[in-house]
Antibody, heavy 118, light 107 residues
Framework: EVQLVESGGGLVKPGGSLRLSCAASGFTFTNAWMTWVRQAPGKGLEWLGRIKSKTDAGTTDYAAPVKGRFTISRDDSKNTLYLQMNSLKTEDTAVYYC?????????WGQGTLVTVSS | DIQMTQSPSSLSASVGDRVTITCRASQSINNYLNWYQQKPGKAPKVLIYAASNLQSGVSSRFSGSGSGTYFTLTISSLQPEDVATYYCQQTYSIPCSFGQGTKLEIK
């Protein structure tokens, strides 16, 4: 079964940091381009960024609101995607999803909630 | 950046109705357009990819069409389980922007 499971969310103070993980199974993670998307409470979906496979140079792209603060990385030996979030702001409060179009199932994880509040 | 505009923002229809949601891109995106369904408290689910391809396991009531800047998602016969918010997304260029969503309810 193709599956993505996010973890690492929680409550953090403004200016703080958090690292999210996304564990992949059921497909060839090594070849997959992986994406992070978030959804603020009661709002729509926001594309955050993606990382290509290492065979495609493993390069990253980011949306403007998070560029320079968020870093996407991957550990292919662990089939895990990461999102390092620094200098967090209250407006980063959201459910964070990982997803990929590199598998025919086009899976999404269940999401992990990040709350930025003092 | 490419802007994606969906209409309507909300829609109420009766069971059995044919429902159409539109999505316009601010510039041509060829057919790099996905449609998602999101039910409350759940992750989005792909319905249509590459503008008109039905995702495996998705009901054939759903169909997509369009290319360039104008796209549609059609539900041929609305069912109660179709109550959800629907989003389009372009994957033609970075950032891969979403539309603002269309909330579909049963009348």
């Amino acid at each position: 079964e193709v599956q993505l499971v996010e973890s690492g969310g929680g409550l953090v103070k403004p200016g703080g940091s958090l690292r999210l993980s996304c564990a992949a199974s059921g497909f060839t993670f090594t070849n997959a381009w992986m994406t992070w998307v978030r959804q603020a409470p009661g709002k729509g979906l926001e594309w955050l960024g993606r990382i290509k496979s290492k065979t495609d140079a493993g390069t990253t792209d980011y949306a403007a609101p998070v560029k320079g603060r968020f870093t996407i990385s991957r550990d292919d030996s662990k089939n895990t995607l990461y999102l390092q979030m620094n200098s967090l702001k209250t407006e980063d409060t959201a459910v964070y999803y990982c997803t990929t179009e590199s598998d025919a199932a086009r899976p999404w994880g269940q999401g992990t909630l990040v709350t930025v509040s003092s | 950046d490419i802007q994606m505009t969906q209409s309507p923002s909300s829609l109420s229809a009766s069971v059995g109705d044919r429902v159409t949601i539109t999505c316009r891109a601010s510039q041509s995106i060829n057919n790099y357009l996905n449609w998602y369904q999101q039910k409350p408290g759940k992750a989005p689910k792909v319905l249509i990819y590459a503008a008109s391809n039905l995702q495996s396991g998705v009901s054939s009531r759903f169909s997509g069409s369009g290319s360039g800047t104008y796209f549609t998602l059609t539900i041929s016969s609305l069912q109660p389980e179709d109550v959800a918010t629907y989003y389009c997304q372009q994957t033609y260029s970075i950032p891969c922007s979403f539309g603002q969503g269309t909330k579909l309810e049963i009348k």
